[in-house]
């Protein structure tokens, strides 16, 4: 990658982004980097940003002109896959010669739509023409948090019979920084951890950092899903990479 490439980022105001930014600056302060967003921000020293939506496409072209590596980071609940091919379409009308994407562990073995759409989205990418490099990461301790504190108001704290490999936002961020400077190499490895927990771990984890009494309810999960969660299908396989920063660190943060 040559100083004056152009890297494009979508996604980069949310949770991923807002630490994959200063990072990728630090990494390389001579990169003109932009970042995609569908609300207008102020331009800072060597980062502009532009305005697009990919989930219709307006703008995502005029955004996409002149950029050499794309870092696609943006993500939602629901349209990935139409996202992916709205980017794809432009980044190969741009020119575009490296494609990064975050996808997730379980992408192609979790028998639910949300995983499906991944794949669809991963899809995407490979079938470019674009040279691409891809890492599936493990659920982020941030979501992680979000959905066990969503879980505490309740009277008695449901606790599936499921296991978690979370990873920090900033170790998957470090490594997105090295994969997008660095040449296209495919799927790497995934990065996960590093520890497994059970939801019953995570859960009375957390009700402990927060100061909070709750009767927790073990709970089996029905269906075709509940039976790939009990297998471990959406943890990481033996050739994965581990993140440093444990769950427990990261309530302890939080909680300071």
């Given amino acids: 990658m040559t100083v004056d490439t152009t890297i494009l980022i979508t996604g980069g105001t949310g949770t991923l982004g ?13 990169h003109p980097v932009r970042v995609l967003s569908r609300g207008e921000h102020a331009d800072t020293d060597h980062v502009t940003y532009v305005t697009g939506d990919l989930t219709t496409g307006e703008g995502v072209a005029a955004a996409m002109a ?15 896959d139409v996202v992916a091919a709205h980017l794809v379409a432009a980044a190969r009308e741009a020119g575009v010669r490296h494609l990064v994407h975050i996808s997730v562990i379980g992408a192609d073995r979790m028998p639910m739509a949300w995983f499906a759409t991944q794949r669809a989205a991963e899809e995407a990418i490979t079938g470019s023409g674009i040279a691409w490099t891809m890492l599936r990461a493990a659920q982020f301790h941030d979501l992680v948090h979000q959905m066990v504190a969503k879980m505490a108001k309740l009277p008695f704290v449901p606790a599936p019979g499921m296991r978690l490999e979370p990873v920090d936002v900033r170790d998957v961020a470090q490594r997105l920084v090295e994969l997008t400077l660095g040449q296209p190499a495919g799927l790497v490895a995934e990065l996960a951890g590093p520890k497994v927990y059970t939801m019953d771990d995570v859960v009375r984890s957390y009700l402990t950092a927060t100061g909070r009494r709750r009767p927790v309810l073990g709970l089996r999960m029905p269906g075709k899903a509940g039976r790939a969660y009990r ?3 959406n943890l990481a396989s033996a050739r994965a990479a581990h993140g440093d920063r444990t769950w427990e660190s990261f309530l302890t943060e939080r909680a300071a």
């Fill in 231 to 233: 297998d471990g299908v």
């Fill in 66 to 80: 002149g950029v050499d590596t794309v870092l696609h980071l943006a993500g939602g609940a629901k349209g990935d």
């Fill in 18 to 30: 807002r630490h994959v930014l200063p990072l990728l600056r630090e990494a390389a302060p001579a």
